[in-house]
């Protein structure tokens, strides 16, 4: 059997989700899309080339940014992630792609870093290995780098309520958007699946509850897309369906 030159390096499961990074998981969906072989190896964001997940080595040469990945993929591999798109589709799976990115992505980051009880549950634990009389200093600084990074992206600046208004309004118009439709475009997965799935997943896992979460259980096509993708690229996981699933 080949060995594949391709790793991948993303984090460990985690919150009920195959990797507790949208980008990382866009990244291995993607992979997945492409029908490239590849090896996943866990990592953390400080051993990272740009100090964030994901990245990859690809036969020796190193390339950072889930972007950039799949740009670095459809140029080596001769392959179209977006292929059968016309160019308004084109235009519009990247609007998308950046709504999910740098929109719906940091709301999600907020409920999970900086609301009390979920950064209780989640992200406080990935310091669960330093010395006990480390953690909460440990805790306190990546509380704070997080809160920085969303005071500086915008985002932070709002008041709970203002942001989950905000990820709301983004989610609805992903619902709009993907209608009846099996997938944003049509009857198979593009590009831009790969994220919207991964961040509305993110939202949607039953182990944080929030207002963002609230609102996509409320979009029964939502709920069914998620599930659907998740069948597909990660059949083995097993992903704990939201009520409104059955709705």
Same mark, same amino acid.
């Given at each position: 059997?080949?060995?594949?030159?391709?790793?991948?390096?993303?984090?460990?499961?985690?919150?009920?989700?195959?990797?507790?990074?949208?980008?990382?998981?866009?990244?291995?969906?993607?992979?997945?899309?492409?029908?490239?072989?590849?090896?996943?190896?866990?990592?953390?964001?400080?051993?990272?080339?740009?100090?964030?997940?994901?990245?990859?080595?690809?036969?020796?040469?190193?390339?950072?940014?889930?972007?950039?990945? #799949?740009? +670095? @993929?459809?140029?080596?591999?001769?392959?179209?992630? /977006? &292929?059968?798109?016309?160019?308004?589709?084109? *235009?519009?799976?990247?609007?998308?792609?950046?709504?999910?990115?740098?929109?719906?992505?940091?709301?999600?980051?907020?409920?999970?870093?900086?609301?009390?009880?979920?950064?209780?549950?989640?992200?406080?634990?990935?310091?669960?290995?330093?010395?006990?009389?480390?953690?909460?200093?440990?805790?306190?600084?990546?509380?704070?780098?997080?809160?920085?990074?969303?005071?500086?992206?915008?985002?932070?600046?709002?008041?709970?309520?203002?942001?989950?208004?905000?990820?709301?309004?983004?989610?609805?118009?992903?619902?709009?958007?993907?209608?009846? #439709?099996? +997938? @944003?475009?049509?009857?198979?997965?593009?590009?831009? /699946? &790969?994220?919207?799935?991964?961040?509305?997943? *993110?939202?949607?896992?039953?182990?944080?509850?929030?207002?963002?979460?609230?609102?996509?259980?409320?979009?029964?096509?939502?709920?069914?897309?998620?599930?659907?993708?998740?069948?597909?690229?990660?059949?083995?996981?097993?992903?704990?369906?939201?009520?409104?699933?059955?709705?």
């Amino acid at each position: 059997m080949t060995t594949p030159q391709i790793t991948l390096y993303g984090c460990a499961p985690a919150f009920g989700l195959p990797d507790p990074s949208p980008f990382v998981t866009k990244t291995e969906v993607q992979l997945q899309m492409a029908n490239l072989p590849y090896r996943k190896v866990f990592a953390i964001p400080p051993e990272a080339p740009k100090g964030k997940l994901p990245w990859i080595e690809d036969a020796g040469e190193v390339v950072c940014d889930s972007t950039f990945i #799949r740009a +670095h @993929l459809e140029r080596k591999y001769g392959i179209d992630l /977006d &292929a059968g798109l016309d160019a308004r589709q084109r *235009a519009e799976a990247w609007a998308v792609e950046r709504l999910a990115e740098d929109h719906l992505y940091w709301a999600m980051v907020w409920f999970r870093w900086v609301d009390p009880a979920n950064f209780a549950k989640g992200p406080a634990h990935f310091v669960d290995a330093a010395p006990a009389a480390m953690r909460e200093r440990l805790r306190a600084d990546m509380q704070a780098a997080k809160q920085n990074e969303l005071h500086a992206q915008g985002l932070g600046r709002h008041s709970p309520e203002q942001i989950a208004a905000l990820g709301t309004r983004s989610i609805d118009a992903l619902a709009v958007l993907l209608g009846e #439709r099996i +997938h @944003l475009f049509g009857d198979r997965p593009h590009a831009a /699946d &790969a994220i919207v799935f991964s961040v509305l997943a *993110a939202i949607l896992t039953p182990f944080f509850d929030s207002p963002l979460r609230e609102a996509a259980g409320r979009h029964a096509n939502l709920v069914a897309y998620v599930a659907r993708i998740m069948q597909i690229y990660y059949p083995a996981h097993a992903w704990p369906q939201p009520q409104a699933a059955a709705a």
